[in-house]
């Protein structure tokens, strides 16, 4: 019981001071070095927190940011976009995904499943590439342009046959995605897949999330990616008025 307590203590002394070194949370909690060090490993097998690959600090994980979402179901990102996500979803029939960034990907933590048998089909909790999905690219394309150069200097990936992995290729979209308000990705994440998404920006600011609508290729046509896009980007809009200029997702 006493390292439930201690990887609980870790636990909250990360949210509230994230990013986070082990040096300064041993400080801040008076434990043993090797005490943090095993509660930290612990914590990140589970999901709880994640380690910065550029700076080796400690930030909250993919399965906090969940469950802190059900619990705070009243209020903040995900009542803001539901009701949003809901009509979208009911007026195009394919499947929106509500997305956040955490470092170098975008994370799911909501979905509007679309009624259709055959749908795209995402548990909360995934992961994708920034530079490989339509979400992760609506965010990339709103970020600053040296955050948006320090991520394509950390490498371009393939996941399919699809993924854009030349920096120029990519550079080039993104100015596009800028321009247009909305990003477009064909199959470059699950093939067979296509998918348009716009970056929520809470008072034209920072992007703390991104919207999506995504489907089979045989129903997401070459000619309804821009009226999807559009329509994506309304609604993007919407949720990013529905939210205070200074909102964050911590």
Not at 141 to 160: F, K, N, S, W
């Amino acid at each position: 019981m006493r390292s439930v307590t201690t990887a609980l203590q870790v636990l909250e002394a990360v949210a509230v001071n994230q990013p986070v070194g082990l040096s300064a949370l041993t400080r801040t909690l008076g434990l043993p070095k090797t005490t943090v060090q095993r509660s930290l490993a612990t914590l990140a097998e589970s999901g709880w927190i994640e380690q910065q690959t550029d700076t080796g600090r400690w930030q909250v994980g993919v399965r906090a940011f969940v469950v802190g979402s059900a619990v705070g179901a009243r209020g903040g990102l995900r009542s803001a976009a539901l009701p949003t996500m809901r009509e979208l979803g009911a007026e195009v029939g394919e499947t929106v995904h509500l997305m956040v960034p955490a470092g170098r990907e975008v994370v799911l933590v909501e979905r509007i499943d679309s009624p259709q048998p055959v749908r795209a089909v995402a548990p909360l909790g995934a992961r994708g590439p920034l530079h490989a999905t339509s979400n992760g690219k609506a965010v990339l394309a709103a970020l600053p342009q040296e955050e948006r150069d320090a991520y394509i200097a950390g490498g371009l990936h393939a996941v399919t046959p699809h993924t854009i992995t030349d920096p120029d290729r990519l550079r080039t979209e993104l100015r596009g995605i800028a321009e247009s308000g909305f990003s477009v990705c064909q199959e470059e994440v699950e093939e067979g897949v296509v998918s348009v998404g716009a970056a929520i920006r809470p008072g034209h600011g920072r992007p703390i999330a991104s919207l999506s609508i995504s489907g089979p290729k045989s129903r997401m046509s070459p000619e309804l990616l821009t009226p999807y896009g559009e329509k994506v980007r309304l609604a993007a809009e919407v949720i990013s008025g529905a939210l205070p200029a200074d909102a964050e997702v911590r």
